[in-house]
């Protein structure tokens, strides 16, 4: 462990470099990639069931290029902002668990991308045909820019952060610090959950609901058997117990 204390000077003084290397590093990602927007904009739009968007505003596709380059920015960055909280929120690792915490960011990221990758792919089409077809006949639907944007990300992040779950809890699990029987005694509350997500995030009918609510239960339990796998239980900083007989008296 690292027995180092420091003052509330050096704590803040950590902090401000940590945040200056997390800011900057979005900020050179998002200055960078705000010449690739336009296409990336180009291609989310025509890869859903959506014919015709419009704009309402001067400047409305401007902020809607600036709100895509800060989300694919933070995704990018995401690694390096992960390792930056984890190693000033958690002083006290061993080097072998800085490592894990260091090692789990690159397959945190992917899980995140597939995550999102499921939303996009699977069940934006979902919700916007049963958004469509509430429309009916005779009635031609035209999408805001800034509002269809708004809508894909927000339905989509969520579902890369839920794919988090299983690594976050294989990790946790194998530091010691979550048990695997957790899973069970919360099960009931993780299902709840899940349909209270859905109800937010889909469409007012149960199909969408159920159709959403049911991965995101799944990767509760996955996360549950990768706790189970993985746990560690924490080491014992107790010394021995030696016990005095009456013949070791005098």
Same mark, same amino acid.
């Given at each position: ?19 200056? %290397?997390?800011? &900057?590093?979005?900020? #050179?990602? @998002?200055?960078? $990639? ?5 296409? /990336?904009?180009?291609? *989310? ?57 260091? %090692?789990?960011? &690159?397959?945190?990221? #992917?899980? @995140?991308?597939? $995550? ?5 792919? /699977?069940?934006?089409? *979902? ?124």
């Amino acid at each position: 462990m690292n027995d180092k204390r420091m003052t509330v000077t050096e704590h803040l003084t950590e902090l401000r470099n940590r945040l200056f %290397v997390m800011l &900057g590093t979005v900020a #050179i990602i @998002f200055l960078v $990639g705000f010449f690739y927007t336009r296409p /990336v904009l180009h291609w *989310i739009i025509t890869h859903t069931p959506v014919h015709h968007v419009i704009v309402t505003g001067v400047t409305e596709a401007f902020f809607a290029l600036i709100q895509l380059d800060l989300a694919m920015s933070l995704i990018l960055a995401s690694p390096l902002l992960l390792y930056e909280i984890a190693a000033f929120i958690l002083p006290g690792l061993t080097a072998t668990e800085r490592r894990v915490v260091g %090692v789990i960011t &690159g397959p945190g990221l #992917i899980l @995140f991308i597939i $995550g999102v990758a499921v939303g996009y792919f /699977v069940f934006i089409p *979902i919700v916007l045909r049963v958004m469509l077809s509430f429309t009916g006949n005779g009635i031609e639907p035209l999408w805001r820019l800034g509002s269809l944007l708004s809508f894909i990300i927000d339905l989509s992040v969520p579902f890369g952060i839920v794919a988090e779950l299983p690594l976050i809890s294989g990790v946790l699990s194998h530091l010691g610090l979550v048990h695997p029987t957790t899973f069970s005694r919360y099960r009931r509350y993780a299902l709840l959950l899940s349909f209270f997500i859905a109800a937010i995030l889909a469409p007012p009918d149960a199909l969408s609901m159920t159709l959403m609510a049911v991965p995101i239960y799944l990767v509760y339990e996955v996360s549950a058997l990768v706790a189970r796998f993985t746990y560690k239980a924490p080491e014992s900083t107790d010394g021995p117990n030696i016990t005095t007989g009456p013949d070791d008296i005098g």
